[in-house]
């Protein structure tokens, strides 16, 4: 009676957290926390012994939490914001817009594939996140529909997270409960049947989910702006600097895209378009430009724009360097500022807070005059650099309002290759088995913050308590599950299903049932849950347990339906304008398509 009592209290709560996760009305945060209590005073307050086994303990059902999976996968987002923050990856996408700009359909393709590609070494997560502005501009440059590029981003991203164990946090995850299981899942053994099926989800991602997308859709609901936000800067040309000797064609400059020349401004002579194809840009040159604010950051990461010599004019207390301590941010001059009139060499901006006026962005258009003689108006907001430390002490300041949420910091592109290095040495290591891959991880991250890729905080910040207050409860359920024999017994009823059909048919149908909760739990708590589930399975009709293992981990990618199935749908949805109904039109035939190659190949691929 008291192993029924246990039994059912964690189907009941197993059952709640998924319909509490599914409705997404509290944060997932709260729901795991929470799932976690239930079960603390479930196990802690009523102790249960299983036939034959040990009590259950508190110490078991938080083990997760130390779980080297959840450690691993926490590290590898550290390591993942050390790319992203250096901007290791953007040459190679931006090379590859560049490339193929005369076929925008192809080079969006090339593009999506590359994403595809780098996400079975990095967590789908980061990628989504690198080449979603690229993405954006191609799609701004060429005026591509953005609703039929950003889906596709995500999902051929998780598609490709499903082809090596480090893909994607689901993976990790999985391989851990296994390990605990007793079953060891090498780096690459996903990775055959794995790229079968994301290939086969390739064909359908490019070709077939852009009709899909697009057959309900209008230009207008989902138009891309074509330009960002524009500031007004100036530029003071180096010696060093890739633009001397620079001339102009029909009387412009389009080297200097995507910033757009206005004047230059040259021992106090400011020369106005259109230019005499004569004239050659040289050291010491004041260019006028307009940009968006990261076209200014990408001239800071580039030495461009040099920080002793800033263009407003003032002179920098102290020397600065570009770096992750090194930010920029917006911020807006208040009516009846002190600011209001001044130029922006004497406001005292400078002197005050230690930053640097990098542009000005007004409603009204402004005289083609030196950025240092430009006098401020209420309501301009200016781009401005400097430490972080500096920047956030303008924080509660009423004559110039910082827009906190804009401050970001410039990427140390002189570590790029650090942090390719690093990043190549931790997948090297791991698919060797040199050294085990938590190790690999977490010695990757700290080299990462020690070699200057990122700071402490970024890599706070890279710390997702989603996935860690996540795992930490699903890892809990899972041990509950198994303990009271609910784990037992859903595989029964799934064998029962079969009828007492062959393995394949078995395995199809833990397909399909896993690939259904990973859309209305999430693809981590679905891979934690069903792994002992599946290697129960397996045993008990004498089939290979990698086999079912890897099933669940295939079906556990498989968060295409719901925009809450995975993260990377949720960072599309703004940018592509997509509603939940999108999801379900375009990832269910997807997901169809995926169960039935792998219930048609799986038997022949592994012997079945």
């Given at each position: 009676?008291?192993?029924?009592?246990h039994?059912?209290?964690?189907?009941?709560i197993?059952?709640?957290?998924?319909?509490?996760?599914?409705?997404?009305?509290?944060?997932?945060?709260?729901?795991?926390?929470?799932?976690?209590?239930?079960?603390?005073?479930?196990?802690?307050t009523?102790?249960?012994?299983?036939?034959?086994?040990?009590?259950?303990?508190?110490?078991?059902?938080l083990?997760?939490?130390?779980?080297?999976?959840?450690i691993t996968?926490?590290?590898?987002?550290i390591?993942?914001?050390?790319?992203?923050?250096?901007?290791?990856?953007?040459?190679?996408?931006?090379?590859?817009?560049?490339?193929?700009?005369?076929?925008p359909?192809?080079?969006?393709?090339?593009?999506?594939?590359?994403?595809?590609?780098?996400?079975?070494?990095?967590?789908?997560t980061?990628?989504?996140?690198?080449?979603?502005?690229?993405?954006?501009?191609?799609?701004?440059?060429?005026r591509l529909?953005?609703?039929?590029?950003?889906?596709?981003?995500?999902?051929?991203?998780?598609?490709g997270?499903?082809?090596?164990?480090?893909?994607?946090?689901?993976?990790?995850?999985?391989?851990?409960?296994?390990?605990?299981?007793?079953?060891?899942?090498?780096?690459?053994e996903?990775?055959?049947?794995?790229?079968?099926?994301?290939?086969?989800?390739?064909?359908?991602?490019?070709?077939?989910?852009?009709?899909i997308?697009?057959?309900?859709?209008s230009e207008q609901?989902?138009?891309?702006?074509?330009?960002?936000?524009?500031?007004?800067?100036?530029?003071?040309?180096?010696?060093?600097?890739?633009?001397v000797?620079?001339?102009?064609?029909?009387?412009?400059?389009?080297?200097?895209?995507?910033?757009?020349?206005?004047?230059?401004i040259?021992?106090?002579?400011?020369l106005?378009?259109p230019y005499?194809?004569g004239?050659?840009?040289?050291?010491g040159?004041?260019?006028?430009?307009?940009g968006?604010?990261?076209?200014?950051?990408?001239?800071?990461?580039?030495?461009?724009?040099?920080?002793?010599?800033?263009?407003?004019?003032?002179?920098?207390?102290?020397?600065?360097?570009?770096?992750?301590?090194?930010?920029?941010?917006?911020?807006?001059?208040?009516?009846g500022?002190?600011?209001e009139?001044r130029?922006?060499?004497?406001?005292?901006?400078?002197?005050?807070?230690?930053?640097?006026v990098?542009?000005?962005?007004?409603?009204?258009?402004?005289?083609?005059?030196?950025?240092?003689?430009?006098?401020?108006?209420?309501?301009?907001?200016?781009?401005?650099?400097g430490?972080?430390?500096?920047v956030m002490?303008?924080?509660?300041?009423?004559?110039?309002?910082?827009?906190e949420?804009?401050?970001?910091?410039?990427?140390?592109?002189?570590?790029?290759?650090?942090?390719?290095?690093?990043?190549?040495?931790?997948?090297l290591?791991?698919a060797?088995?040199?050294?085990?891959?938590?190790?690999?991880?977490?010695?990757?991250?700290?080299?990462?913050i020690?070699?200057?890729?990122?700071?402490?905080?970024?890599?706070?910040?890279?710390?997702?308590?989603q996935i860690?207050l996540?795992?930490?409860?699903?890892?809990?359920?899972a041990?509950?599950?198994?303990?009271?024999g609910?784990?037992?017994?859903?595989?029964?009823?799934?064998?029962?299903l079969?009828?007492?059909?062959?393995?394949?048919?078995?395995?199809?149908?833990l397909?399909v049932?896993?690939?259904?909760l990973?859309?209305?739990?999430?693809?981590n708590?679905?891979?934690?849950?069903?792994i002992?589930?599946?290697?129960?399975?397996?045993?008990?009709?004498?089939?290979?347990?990698?086999v079912f293992?890897?099933?669940?981990?295939?079906a556990?990618?498989?968060?295409?339906?719901?925009?809450?199935?995975?993260q990377?749908?949720?960072?599309?949805?703004?940018?592509?304008?997509?509603?939940?109904?999108?999801?379900?039109?375009?990832?269910l035939?997807?997901?169809?398509?995926i169960?039935?190659?792998?219930?048609?190949?799986?038997?022949w691929?592994?012997?079945?």
């Amino acid at each position: 009676m008291v192993e029924n009592f246990h039994l059912y209290a964690t189907l009941a709560i197993i059952a709640g957290t998924i319909l509490l996760y599914a409705l997404d009305r509290f944060p997932v945060e709260s729901i795991s926390l929470g799932t976690i209590t239930l079960l603390l005073v479930l196990f802690g307050t009523f102790p249960f012994t299983p036939e034959g086994g040990d009590t259950v303990s508190v110490e078991a059902l938080l083990s997760g939490f130390a779980s080297p999976a959840l450690i691993t996968v926490l590290a590898l987002l550290i390591v993942g914001k050390g790319l992203f923050a250096t901007d290791a990856l953007e040459g190679v996408t931006n090379r590859i817009g560049r490339i193929y700009g005369g076929n925008p359909r192809l080079s969006i393709a090339i593009i999506l594939v590359v994403a595809g590609v780098t996400s079975a070494f990095l967590n789908n997560t980061p990628v989504v996140v690198i080449f979603i502005p690229v993405l954006t501009s191609l799609a701004a440059r060429f005026r591509l529909p953005a609703y039929q590029i950003f889906m596709p981003l995500s999902f051929i991203t998780i598609l490709g997270g499903m082809t090596t164990m480090i893909g994607s946090s689901t993976n990790l995850i999985a391989a851990g409960m296994a390990a605990n299981e007793g079953l060891e899942i090498g780096f690459f053994e996903i990775t055959g049947m794995g790229m079968i099926l994301a290939g086969i989800g390739y064909l359908y991602v490019l070709f077939v989910l852009p009709r899909i997308l697009g057959s309900e859709r209008s230009e207008q609901k989902s138009g891309l702006e074509s330009s960002g936000t524009q500031f007004l800067g100036e530029i003071v040309l180096q010696s060093s600097s890739r633009f001397v000797g620079d001339s102009p064609r029909s009387g412009f400059f389009p080297n200097l895209t995507p910033m757009s020349l206005h004047a230059v401004i040259r021992e106090g002579t400011v020369l106005l378009p259109p230019y005499d194809d004569g004239l050659s840009l040289r050291e010491g040159d004041r260019l006028q430009m307009t940009g968006t604010r990261k076209a200014f950051m990408d001239m800071l990461a580039k030495g461009e724009i040099s920080l002793s010599e800033p263009p407003d004019g003032t002179i920098p207390a102290a020397e600065r360097k570009v770096g992750p301590h090194y930010h920029l941010a917006e911020a807006v001059i208040a009516p009846g500022s002190l600011f209001e009139g001044r130029t922006v060499r004497f406001s005292g901006i400078q002197q005050r807070f230690d930053v640097t006026v990098f542009g000005v962005r007004r409603k009204s258009r402004m005289a083609r005059a030196p950025l240092a003689q430009l006098r401020f108006e209420a309501g301009d907001t200016l781009l401005i650099g400097g430490n972080e430390d500096d920047v956030m002490s303008m924080r509660g300041n009423h004559d110039l309002l910082l827009l906190e949420h804009s401050a970001e910091s410039v990427p140390p592109r002189d570590k790029a290759l650090i942090a390719s290095f690093l990043f190549a040495a931790i997948v090297l290591f791991s698919a060797t088995g040199l050294s085990p891959m938590v190790v690999n991880a977490v010695a990757g991250a700290l080299l990462m913050i020690v070699f200057g890729c990122l700071t402490f905080q970024q890599a706070a910040r890279a710390f997702d308590r989603q996935i860690f207050l996540l795992v930490g409860a699903s890892i809990a359920m899972a041990t509950a599950l198994e303990a009271t024999g609910g784990a037992r017994m859903i595989a029964e009823g799934i064998i029962g299903l079969g009828g007492g059909s062959s393995a394949p048919v078995i395995l199809a149908l833990l397909f399909v049932g896993v690939a259904f909760l990973t859309n209305v739990l999430s693809n981590n708590a679905a891979a934690a849950l069903f792994i002992p589930i599946a290697l129960d399975m397996a045993n008990r009709i004498g089939a290979p347990p990698e086999v079912f293992a890897a099933a669940v981990i295939y079906a556990a990618n498989c968060s295409f339906a719901t925009p809450i199935a995975y993260q990377t749908n949720l960072m599309v949805m703004g940018p592509g304008h997509y509603g939940f109904g999108d999801f379900l039109r375009a990832g269910l035939p997807l997901i169809a398509v995926i169960t039935v190659a792998f219930s048609l190949l799986a038997p022949w691929y592994y012997g079945l």
